[in-house]
């Protein structure tokens, strides 16, 4: 698999729910990036990864989002007491450095979060 | 606080014009832009990344350049294709708050009529 993949592909859950979404960074890329795109705009940053670290978290929406790469590859998002605002497709791209050394972001195809 | 213009958010044209999709910024400190291509439903591939330092990038019939002082990006797509139907995103890498940080447009949604 040379892309970044993100699993599952669709998540249909109920309000007060708890999910995780998970991604698969390119093989060897150290940065990895969570975005939000709801429908007819463009992804709005979450959170970046720098190897294991989140080297910037300012871009998520309240406490109840968390996201965690305990070995610096794959990454899960976690969203906690899940409302219908959360809904909308979470994109993972990654980059074989981090953003500011000329790398490109790849993306992987998105999780499309429905909340009921 | 930067803001990615995309204009116009919507065009529609026959095979084979060549067309110009605009990217505007409000905050010329930007390290990187790319532009990326989004199929219904599918994630982002990306279509070419212009370094600040550079002016332009080509790839096939696709060119893009950047003016860093006028705070714009325009993609070219020469002799357009109906399989060119896609919306078209650019993205700017920003230094902001002690990181870097890509700041999307809203896209451009382009159908090549047959």
């Known amino acids: 698999g040379a892309g970044v993949s993100q699993t599952p592909s669709n998540k249909v859950t109920e309000k007060g729910k708890y999910v995780e979404l998970r991604c698969d960074p390119i093989s060897g890329h150290t940065a990895l990036y969570w975005y939000r795109q709801s429908l007819g705009q463009g992804p709005e940053f979450l959170i970046y990864f720098q190897g294991t670290g989140a080297a910037d978290d300012s871009g998520l929406p309240n406490d109840r989002f968390f996201a965690v790469r305990p070995e610096g590859s794959v990454s899960t998002l976690k969203i906690q007491r899940t409302e219908r605002g959360d809904s909308a497709v979470y994109l993972c791209a990654s980059s074989l450095g981090g953003t500011g050394s000329y790398n490109e972001q790849f993306f992987g195809p998105g999780t499309r979060l429905t909340v009921l | 606080k930067q803001e990615v213009t995309q204009i116009p958010a919507a065009l529609s044209v026959p095979e084979g014009e060549n067309l110009v999709l605009n990217c505007s910024f409000t905050d010329s400190a930007i390290y990187n832009l790319q532009w990326f291509r989004q199929d219904p439903g599918k994630g982002l591939t990306s279509l070419l990344l212009i370094q600040s330092s550079q002016r332009e990038q080509t790839s096939g019939r696709l060119n893009a350049s950047l003016d860093k002082s006028s705070g714009r990006s325009t993609l070219y797509i020469a002799a357009s294709q109906p399989g060119d139907s896609a919306t078209y995103l650019c993205?700017?890498?920003?230094?902001?708050?002690?990181?870097?940080?890509?700041?999307f447009g809203t896209g451009t949604r382009l159908k090549v009529l047959a």
């Open positions: 993205a700017v890498d920003l230094y902001t708050s002690g990181t870097y940080k890509y700041i």
